[in-house]
């Protein structure tokens, strides 16, 4: 028997939640020892080359409020611009970070070096960057962008020039605030959004 379509309701998204941390960040959501060490604790090692930066900011939802239970990933090549597992990278170096921001302010810190420019596929120039991929309570897919660098020049980037708006590529670039520091704010929604990229 077939039934009318509008009988039926359709199934919820299913959102991170708090459980996302509960899964990946234990020790975090308040219990300790489930891991020796969590996957993604830091991105660096004592004794990386090149300049160790902290980024700090805050993911903002569409009313301009700061999102508290963000959980953040960070995947970068070390600051020669060399991916770990590539020859002659970096072991200091594990191009991957997981974080989280702050339960009261909203404000996240990643830590790590400022990486390197490097070449991709078909010899096109990347300028550096870090990827980013962000999860949270109200997100359904987890979504992905990038931080760049205002210090840096950023004009041969094959991504940042593909981006049609041109006022929307500042969404993508980290202010420097102070030596090794800079600013990195996420808009989910409305003015000022950040520039997500499907891939």
């Not at 010899?123 to 992905?144: D, K, Y």
């Amino acid at each position: 028997m077939i039934r009318r379509p509008d009988l039926l309701a359709e199934t919820p998204s299913q959102t991170a939640g708090p459980y996302v941390h509960i899964g990946c960040m234990p020790t975090y959501a308040g219990n300790p020892g489930t891991y020796d060490a969590e996957i993604g604790e830091r991105a660096i090692s004592d004794g990386a080359k090149g300049t160790i930066i902290e980024i700090r900011g805050q993911v903002f939802d569409g009313t301009g409020n700061a999102i508290r239970d963000a959980m953040l990933e960070s995947w970068q090549p070390d600051a020669a611009g060399i991916f770990p597992g590539q020859p002659g990278a970096d072991p200091a170096v594990s191009g991957h970070c997981r974080f989280a921001a702050d339960a009261d302010s909203g404000e996240f810190l990643l830590r790590t070096v400022k990486p390197g420019a490097f070449r991709g596929r078909g010899g096109s120039h990347n300028a550096p960057h870090i990827s980013i991929w962000i999860v949270a309570r109200g997100i359904n897919i987890g979504l992905n962008t990038r931080i760049y660098f205002d210090d840096e020049d950023n004009s041969g980037d094959r991504l940042l020039n593909a981006v049609e708006l041109k006022h929307r590529v500042p969404t993508l670039i980290a202010k420097k605030t102070g030596e090794g520091q800079y600013r990195f704010d996420i808009r989910l929604q409305g003015e000022g959004e950040t520039v997500f990229l499907d891939i």
